[in-house]
T-cell receptor, first 115, second 110 residues
Framework: GAVVSQHPSWVICKSGTSVKIECRSL??????MFWYRQFPKQSLMLMAT?????????EQGVEKDKFLINHASLTLSTLTVTSAHPEDSSFYIC???????????FGPGTRLTVL | RKEVEQDPGPFNVPEGATVAFNCTYS??????FFWYRQDCRKEPKLLMS???SGNEDGRFTAQLNRASQYISLLIRDSKLSDSATYLC???????????FGTGTRLLVSP
């Protein structure tokens, strides 16, 4: 399967600051990457689908101006949480899919804590 | 109603036991089904895909019942290392996205 990395693995920030999370596909070119978040004891929820070279597609209820996604290359997608608030504290996970989109490989996740 | 429903557990079993998890899904048009495993504070990892005819991978057996919209996972001869949360995942055919259940927690004790 694909090797996916995320950076940072955890971050603590003050309310109002912006945080950028990187997702890298290390061993294959990912035309599509997905961003999820998971609150404690809840399921993973898809936030957006990131397509290389085009605008991301956001799920209903996810503010695109708050969660900025950039997928500028086939190996890198970034998620920026702008003006973070304590309710944004969560586990953010990216994934990449293979060509037929049947299998997704997940990054190790980034744990965000907003004070 | 949630799109994918699972019993959250926890299921507490001794080593060597056989344990089964169930999952129901609401979208009858779903075409692909998976079981993922998630360890505490880690990312989900694909355990196995689920095929219509049922499939087995070592100690793990997955079954799909399309008529009842029901998926199962059977683990035989449980190991301590099987302790984790097992996520039932369904692929939305229309939008090609994965829909996750909340997971069933398994605790295998010595």
């Amino acid at each position: 399967g694909a090797v996916v990395s995320q950076h940072p693995s955890w971050v603590i920030c003050k309310s109002g600051t912006s945080v950028k999370i990187e997702c890298r596909s290390l061993d294959f070119q990912a035309t599509t990457m997905f961003w999820y978040r998971q609150f404690p004891k809840q399921s993973l929820m898809l936030m957006a689908t990131s397509n290389e070279g085009s605008k991301a597609t956001y799920e209903q209820g996810v503010e695109k101006d708050k969660f900025l996604i950039n997928h500028a290359s086939l190996t890198l997608s970034t998620l920026t949480v702008t003006s973070a608030h304590p309710e944004d504290s969560s586990f953010y996970i990216c994934s990449v899919s293979d060509r037929n989109r049947d299998t997704q490989y997940f990054g190790p996740g980034t744990r965000l804590t907003v004070l | 109603r949630k799109e994918v429903e699972q019993d959250p557990g926890p299921f507490n079993v001794p080593e060597g036991a056989t344990v089964a998890f169930n999952c129901t899904y609401s979208n009858s048009a779903s075409q692909s089904f998976f079981w993922y495993r998630q360890d505490c504070r880690k990312e989900p990892k694909l355990l196995m895909s689920v095929y219509s005819s049922g499939n087995e991978d070592g100690r793990f057996t997955a079954q799909l019942n399309r008529a009842s919209q029901y998926i199962s996972l059977l683990i035989r001869d449980s190991k301590l290392s099987d302790s984790a949360t097992y996520l039932c995942v369904v692929k939305d055919t229309g939008f090609q996205k994965l829909v996750f259940g909340t997971g069933t927690r398994l605790l295998v004790s010595p």
